[in-house]
């Protein structure tokens, strides 16, 4: 079982930054791929990033949405067992509850293929 704790959610102005955390627990964290998903009221949930291990101790693939590629990255510290998302040039679209997730194997842009969730933290981009 794995439990996730996101944190670092808030309000900032456009153009700023904020970075994510999500807490894992758990022993087989390195191994298991992590996504974040983020939802805006009345949308769907969204992908947003993911991270996947591909073998070693320092080989992760990770990909993202187009909606964010440039602007944001996603990265791990297994050591702490938490997963981050550093959010650069923010907009007003990007406002929206974030999720942390995590499967074993690879990350997917599904949420429906991700078998842990965290509780989710709020994000607000004023203009």
């Known amino acids: 079982q794995v439990q996730l704790v996101e944190s670092g959610g808030g309000l900032v102005q456009a153009g700023g930054s904020l970075r994510l955390s999500c807490a894992a627990s758990?022993?087989?964290?390195?191994?298991?791929?992590m996504g974040w998903f983020r939802q805006a009221p009345g949308k769907e949930r969204e992908f947003v990033a993911a991270?996947?291990?591909?073998?070693?101790?320092?080989?992760?693939?990770?990909s993202y949405a187009d909606s964010v590629k440039g602007r944001f990255t996603i990265s791990r510290d297994n050591a702490k067992n938490t997963v981050y998302l550093q959010m650069n040039s923010l907009k007003p679209e990007d406002t929206a509850v974030y999720y942390c997730a995590g499967r074993p194997g690879s990350g997917t842009t599904s949420s429906l293929l991700y078998d842990y969730w965290g509780q989710g933290t709020q994000v607000t981009v004023s203009s």
């Open positions: 991270i996947t291990w591909s073998g070693g101790s320092t080989n992760y693939a990770d």
């Open positions: 758990g022993r087989t964290f390195s191994s298991y791929a």
